[in-house]
């Protein structure tokens, strides 16, 4: 077997991902024992979408039939910069800039047609967190990192901040060994997240707790009993990762993509409460904000 993980990798940090892992493409069967138990709890919510496609979701091989490699990378989003208005409704920094979905996507399209024309004919697919692929289960397989006690992806060199990706191709390769554990008795993220949404123990979210699912999953509004639990944030959440003692090692993006519209960090809580669409329209023009509609923005910023 020729190990081309090299020159993978190379054209990968070329194209702006951080890290990059290979892993055996296979059944997870451990993992969807406990995604199974996830959603007969409930913790999903009204993300119907979570229960679809169970069978793809735990084997990769279903989505690209004869699959032999899950190649997961990592990219980095971190902006420490925050809104200069401490009273203004706050925002995740994921979503500072334009939507991770399509730039992201565009440099893994780039990179698996770069392995075409460099190693031969290849079937593979594209994945940014779009698809029925348990991500942060391929990540910790691949050596990218171990699965916090708040449920995301951990590097041990550079944090959290980060989007997941994948190619699921028919390219045998070598694997990397997965990443340990490393929370130890840490539980940070537990104490500090305003809505208990972590599990006293940690590995489990109650996603219709977590502030992220109550600002852009829930459709309707948000509960009563959270309404005064929300610290502020009207898109998106990052209290879990900030106090993360393993993000004191995290740097700022590189990616152009991803600069905040000028207008977002200046603006001040009066303008938000008084935000028109036309004004939603051009701070957010191709963010991933519009996920959330401009109706849902504006009951999110008087609910906070």
Known sequence: MTDHRPLISSEAHRLGFDFIGFARAEKLDEAAGRLEAWLNQGA?????????????????????????????????????????????????????????????????KALLEYMRETIGEIDGRCFVDSAPVLEREWAQRAGIGWNGRHTLTIHPKQGSYFFLAEIICDLALPYDDPIRDHCGTCRRCIDACPTEAISPQGYFLDATKCISYLTIELKEEIPAEFKDRMDGWMFGCDVCQDVCPWNRFSKRHNEPAFEPNSELLNMKKKEWVELTEDVFGKVFKKSAVKRAKYVKLIKNILDV
């Open 44 to 108: 999903h919510g009204k993300m119907s979408y979570m229960a679809n496609h169970f069978d793809m979701r735990v084997d990769p091989t279903l989505l690209v039939p004869g699959a032999k490699t899950v190649i997961c990378l990592a990219f980095n989003y971190h902006n420490p910069e925050k809104q200069h208005d401490p009273k203004a409704p706050k925002i995740s920094q994921y979503a500072y800039g334009e939507d991770y979905h399509h730039v992201v996507r565009d440099k893994l």
